[in-house]
């Protein structure tokens, strides 16, 4: 492992063990501290101090926003599992399982405020913009969560309203830590803007894949049950997909099984899987993939600092490629 991105990432989990540690009730914020130590990736703090230091500033003067949006996507997804019902996360229970639901609910409530503390701890002359652009960023994630509910109920989602829907729940935060990061560091605006849309590649590129692996991944790996966008019908680029290319007969069976409720869950799975498979999604999902991750560094290629700093993110983006989790 890149022994800088290392150094973060034990940073970044020092500090986040420090959060809601002596906060009461810990009714109230025992379910915001299992949220956090469930770990994942910490992709979205780690972007924020790389971004900070691929233009020669401390990471650690890029902490606290990256605390900050670590924070805010934990409440992310802390209220989606709530919405989707969700069991697991990251192969532990959800909160709203392990607790009940109005925990959920209020501990989210209270990571939101959290994280604007966090996000508002940069210097003065800095704050206008780095608050403009978290609150930007989190007005998008939730457009794009209730894009993503809206769609369950469609069986017309394009292709491109899809792309558009991750772009907001998932790529504008990726893309938002890295440009915070440019911010804190006084990168040149132009620089600052060919990040946060490296950001937005890489992003897209990570959620298709994501994507991929709720239905090709391994379980023992993957922290999730496979096979759980297809339970909720989720419009995953694959479904997508699958709808529009399906034969006649395919896509009457395909529907029948989008819209029954009482099916054993195994059998769908098996099922909507095989279609996939018939229709070689698998490999033009990747090639998808590919495309944003080629994009992703075409955005790096034109930020004006030695290609030697890239290398870092570079070197993050393949490792993020080539996941089984």
């Not at 959290?114 to 701890?121: G, H, K, L, N, S």
């Not at 790529?171 to 440019?182: E, N």
């Not at 007969?249 to 279609?275: C, G, H, N, T, Y």
Request: overall charge negative; hydrophobic content about 40%.
């Amino acid at each position: 492992m890149n022994s800088k991105i290392a150094l973060f990432e034990e940073m970044i989990g020092s500090a986040i063990d420090t959060l809601f540690a002596d906060d009461q009730p810990r009714t109230l914020f025992d379910p915001a501290r299992y949220t956090l130590s469930l770990g994942g990736k910490r992709l979205r703090p780690l972007l924020t101090l790389m971004g900070a230091d691929l233009f020669g500033c401390e990471a650690e003067k890029a902490m606290n926003p990256a605390l900050g949006v670590e924070i805010f996507h934990n409440f992310s997804l802390l209220h989606d599992d709530l919405m989707d019902k969700a069991d697991m996360r990251r192969g532990n229970p959800t909160v709203h399982k392990k607790w009940n639901a109005n925990s959920a609910i209020l501990s989210g409530d209270a990571m939101v405020i959290e994280a604007y503390r966090y996000i508002t701890r940069v210097p003065v002359h800095l704050l206008p913009e780095v608050l403009d652009l978290f609150s930007t960023a989190a007005m998008q994630i939730c457009k794009g969560q209730q894009y993503d509910m809206d769609f369950e109920k469609r069986l017309d989602v394009s292709e491109q309203e899809y792309i558009d829907m991750i772009r907001l729940k998932t790529a504008v935060l990726i893309g938002c830590a890295l440009k915070i990061g440019a911010v804190i560091a006084g990168a040149d605006p132009q620089d600052a803007n060919h990040l946060y849309e490296y950001g937005i590649n890489i992003g897209l590129a990570f959620q298709l894949k994501d994507d991929l692996l709720d239905v090709y991944g391994d379980p023992n790996t993957f922290g999730k049950k496979i096979g759980g966008d297809i339970l909720c019908n989720k419009k995953t680029f694959l479904l997508i997909k699958a709808l529009k290319n399906s034969e006649k007969s395919q896509r009457e069976e395909l529907e029948m099984w989008l819209s029954v409720s009482d099916v054993d869950p195994e059998a769908k799975i098996r099922f909507v899987k095989k279609i996939y498979d018939e229709l070689n999604l698998k490999i033009i999902t990747g090639n998808l993939i590919e495309k944003y991750y080629l994009a992703s560094l075409d955005c790096l290629s034109l930020i004006s600092v030695p290609e030697e700093r890239k290398r870092d993110l570079v070197e993050l983006s393949e490792n993020l490629m080539n996941r089984e989790k």
